[in-house]
């Protein structure tokens, strides 16, 4: 993990076309800016997750019978 230091209106560039901006502080939050292409998914982490065990989760046996009784 790279760990950096930003002030408020600072950013950083990922991969040259992901930029990443401190937008506000407030005490311990952070608001942040993200620019990147429409192509590229952002998610918050536990979204992210979330959304990850759920696919795990519909391609069990028992997500699989779901499904058919949803298309009967």
Known sequence: MLALSRKKNEAIVINNNIEITILEIKGDQVKVGISAPKDVTIYRKELYLQIQEENRKA???EGLE????LLK
């Open 59 to 61: 391609v069990t046996v």
């Open 66 to 69: 779901a499904l058919n009784e």
